[in-house]
T-cell receptor
Framework: KAGVTQTPRYLIKTRGQQVTLSCSPI?????VSWYQQTPGQGLQFLFE???????NKGNFPGRFSGRQFSNSRSEMNVSTLELGDSALYLC??????????FGSGTRLTVV | GENVEQHPSTLSVQEGDSAVIKCTYS??????FPWYKQELGKRPQLIID?????GEKKDQRIAVTLNKTAKHFSLHITETQPEDSAVYFC????????????FGSGTRLQVQP
């Protein structure tokens, strides 16, 4: 079956702009989580969605938001970008009894 | 919520030796403990996981042990090979009954040929 698909793979944005990242989970997976990965901070949890509902949110400012659609696809949005938002953003999906499967990520560079 | 600590942060072994990475967790109700391997420039991939109803699980050269009393679990890699070089992350559920995971800080394993 197809894996977790994240688009785009790379993004370069300017400070102050906003960005939307997309994640299509494995077919049948209803749980989607987002993580920010930076060299010094490891994998930091952003949010978890299940059946269009946000079930958990990490310690990130309100500039970070997300949503999940009825087909389980998820988007995350970052507004008013800062240099420190440069990171690899990973999406992971999970189904009943399955562990997490990660997408390849979106590498965001803020200049 | 769960807190996961992972040690060591870096580990260098000679090819053929064993490697052990340890993690501790805080929530005694946690019941699922996966390990992920992330090679340079690639996504984290699940390599093995264990549930709280068993104490050990093996898959070829990889094994995971769980000590619920002490609240720690370990990854064991035997007969290491250069392709085992990667960053390894342990994880546990963020909250009881939730799928979202909290990850350890990672261990960079270097296998010297």
């Amino acid at each position: 079956k197809a894996g977790v698909t994240q688009t785009p793979r790379y993004l370069i944005k300017t400070r102050g702009q906003q960005v939307t990242l997309s994640c299509s989970p494995i077919s049948g997976h209803r749980s989607v989580s987002w993580y920010q990965q930076t060299p010094g901070q490891g994998l930091q949890f952003l949010f978890e969605y299940f059946s269009e509902t946000q079930r958990n949110k990490g310690n990130f400012p309100g500039r970070f938001s997300g949503r999940q659609f009825s087909n389980s696809r998820s988007e995350m949005n970052v507004s008013t970008l800062e240099l420190g938002d440069s990171a690899l953003y990973l999406c992971a999906s999970s189904g009943r009894g399955d562990g997490y499967t990660f997408g390849s990520g979106t590498r965001l560079t803020v200049v | 919520g769960e807190n996961v600590e992972q040690h060591p942060s870096t580990l260098s072994v000679q090819e053929g030796d064993s490697a052990v990475i340890k993690c501790t967790y805080s929530d005694s109700a946690s019941n699922y403990f996966p390990w992920y391997k992330q090679e340079l420039g690639k996504r984290p991939q699940l390599i093995i996981d264990i549930r709280s109803n068993v104490g050990e699980k093996k898959d070829q050269r990889i094994a995971v042990t769980l000590n619920k009393t002490a609240k720690h679990f370990s990854l064991h890699i035997t007969e290491t090979q250069p392709e085992d070089s990667a960053v390894y992350f342990c994880a546990a559920p963020m909250d009881t009954g939730r799928r979202a995971l909290t990850f350890g800080s990672g261990t960079r394993l270097q296998v010297q040929p």
